[in-house]
């Protein structure tokens, strides 16, 4: 059914000053106080060909659009129609079982715009008819009474859309050139469409898929034994194109090199379901629509107020699926999470169309203690070992201050560089305790642990004497910082480390003075930090890829840039979002307590996405690689043309899950109030679901942008309608 609308709002194919002037029109018309309401039905037959309107005027009912219900729009409604034109016998023909209705909801146009349309129309869906009621009365009206359901009843199992045999949806059987029979995978769109207009019988016109793309970029991953080495030449104005080369060069800089399992770059592919998908006997076809929607992710599926069936990627304003790589560079920006320019389509406002607020926010949402957790899988070994990130919301500790009396010695098993304040005896005790490292006498040539039985030597990396005129270990990294201090304040001041208990006066006991702690207690006592809840992980991963004696991580290269495959592979990290740089401080640790929110998921990997070329391979040996060239150049898309010895090293990548992209995503979710509203206000029937809407109500102080989920609208004069609306911040908190 298809209808013209001008007054409407339409985004395709006008430009934004022809939006913005339907916008104004309809603001006014939201002002109508008291509307009289009026339908128009147009019964339709099974193939939705107009047979007859008929109009009257509502007495009651109501409409619905819910975005959590693949059936979204429902509705209930009462008219009276002339009994002089129209007779009970017209309305059971009409209403029958074989007939569909195309709703529309009218108002009389009291302003001096589209004259030539006394009354405004407002489509409100293709349904199918769940109940018919009729009565006549004394003074021969007719009433008439109707349930109805949106097309998508007939996809469900409800009216149409039930899956009659075993059926494979993600494999075909064809024919090659050669003549011999082939089995295929299928492409996404050519399911969705498929499954819709086959076993739902929507005609082909009727069915629009968004963010389907038949040809994807493909990651590849390099398989081959020898490493693969990679250099970017051009530049963006002449072409980005890459040498590639499976010998090392004899100058490898601006080279990088990769190696099996490493993601390399990309194929251009058809974009096919990988997974098998089969419909058993009695599945409908929103069954299958909803195991695309899990593959795929964020996707939604609904009938609009056309009857035209739409898949899609859900317009929730916010994109995590390309996250950037984090440097190392301290850069609480990094944290930022990419989101569309704002843009609201319709306003609420108590000046204008609002009638009453309900604010509900959700205290219990704000976390400001993020761990996620995943599982790398090392097939090849056989071995699985844990990931883990942790960001919390909280003040970093001052570095550049100086430690003394400080061992840095190379750990005996795992050969790790580690750091100890020791215990400085006259003698060694008869048994020692293996928390301590002991110095006997005034010899710092010589440490000591004890192990089990006997005391054995410990590797010296580098000593930093007690003596205020010596080099001191003066701290570059805000990690290292809270590494030290817990090191100090271990165990609690017992006989394992004296420091914690004499730390607020700077002295051992027997007088001898320290004034480096008394400088470390002041600057621990003044930031607050809660050094003790994170000296734990930092005591176990903090050593393991960061080297304490040339303070840098290990991954680290001259020019401070940290290689991707350390960072990629790595099994933990942990960061601070300074409240004081970020604007988070009213949800920091310091000022609401530790709220911490915990994430573990299996199908997490590692703890950044990989970096790699933004590159398409085209194999130069194959028939296809001119038209292969064409659709990278037509894309404008940076290409580089190899062997097929190199081609066909390459296997499919892009299987790295990455604990930052969740903690973003988390951070995102968890640092506002996550307000829920209810709206009272004038009915807009053109107010759809999944709609960005802005309220601003001086009254409560609520202003923003919000997204709306549910709208409820009692038919009739002088009604009001109900919304549900979540808060869709953007800029959070940078």
Sequence with gaps: MRKLYPYLDNPWGINYNDQQEDRNFLKQIDNFVNQKQYVRITLLNWNEDGIKEIEGELTNGSITKDSAST??????????????????????????????????????????????????????????????????????????????????????????????????????DTQAPSGEYITEKVLIYDIIVEVVNHFGGEILSNIVIEDVPKRIQRVM???????????????IDSGIYYDVSLDEPSDTTGWYQYVAGDDVGYIYDD????????????????????????????YEYFYDEFGIFHFREIKNYLNTTQATMITMARDEH??????????????????????????????GNIKNDYIVQGTKKMKDLGIDYPVRYHLAIDYKPRVGNTYRDLLLYREEDSQLIK??????????????NFNIIYCAGNDTSQFFYWDDTTYKPIEIVKYYPRGENTEGYVTEDWRTEIYL??????????????????????????????????????ISKHEKIDVDFYYEELCAFWPEIYDLENQK???????????????????????????????????????????????????????????????????????????????????????????GEIYWAMATG??????????????????????????IAIPAFYLEPNTRVRIDDKTTNTHGDFVVSNITIPLGAGNTMSVAASEASMDRYF
């Design 71 to 172: 059936v979204r729009r429902t509705c209930t409604l009462s008219c009276s129609v002339n009994g002089g034109e129209y007779t009970a016998e017209d309305a059971e023909m009409d209403f029958a079982i074989n007939k569909k209705i195309y709703l529309e909801i009218g108002i009389k146009n009291y302003t001096d715009q589209y004259p030539e349309y006394p009354f405004l129309w407002f489509p409100q869906g293709v349904f199918f008819i769940s109940t018919f009621n009729i009565q006549t009365s004394s003074n021969s009206a007719v009433n008439i009474s109707l349930q109805l359901k949106d097309k998508m009843a007939g996809l469900n199992g409800e009216v149409g859309g039930t899956i009659p045999a075993t059926t494979i949806l993600d494999e075909m």
């Design 221 to 235: 991953k390099w398989t081959g034994s020898n490493p693969l080495w990679m250099k970017q030449q051009g530049n």
């Design 271 to 298: 974009f096919v379901y990988t997974d098998e998908l089969t419909a058993a006997p009695g599945d409908s076809v929103t069954t299958i629509l909803d195991q695309i929607v899990s593959y795929l992710g964020n």
């Design 334 to 363: 990094n944290y930022l999470t990419s989101v569309t320019t704002p843009k609201s389509t319709f306003s609420f406002s108590d000046d204008t169309n609002l009638v009453t607020l309900n604010i509900n926010p959700q205290y």
């Design 419 to 432: 750091a100890q304040f020791p215990l400085h005896v006259d003698e060694l005790p008869e048994v020692g």
């Design 485 to 522: 201090r817990g090191l100090l304040a271990k165990n609690n001041g017992t006989d394992a480390s004296q420091y914690f208990t004499n730390l607020k006066r700077g002295k051992r006991p027997g007088g001898q003075s320290f004034p480096w702690l008394d400088d470390i207690f002041n």
């Design 553 to 643: 991580f290990w991954a680290e290269e001259k020019d401070l840039s940290v290689q991707h495959t350390a960072l990629t592979d790595g099994n933990w990290f942990l960061d601070f979002i300074d409240p004081s740089t970020s604007g988070l401080g009213e949800f920091c640790v310091s000022n609401i307590g530790r709220r911490t929110q915990v994430t573990n998921k299996d199908t997490i990997n590692c703890l950044f996405e990989p970096v790699f070329p933004n590159v398409v391979f085209i194999n130069i040996d194959d028939d296809g690689a001119e038209e292969a060239r064409e659709e990278c150049i037509n894309s404008g898309q940076p290409y580089t043309q190899i062997h």
């Design 654 to 679: 892009g299987y790295s899950v990455a604990c930052y992209d969740e903690i973003k995503y988390q951070l995102y979710l968890h640092t506002n109030y996550q307000k829920t509203v209810s709206i």
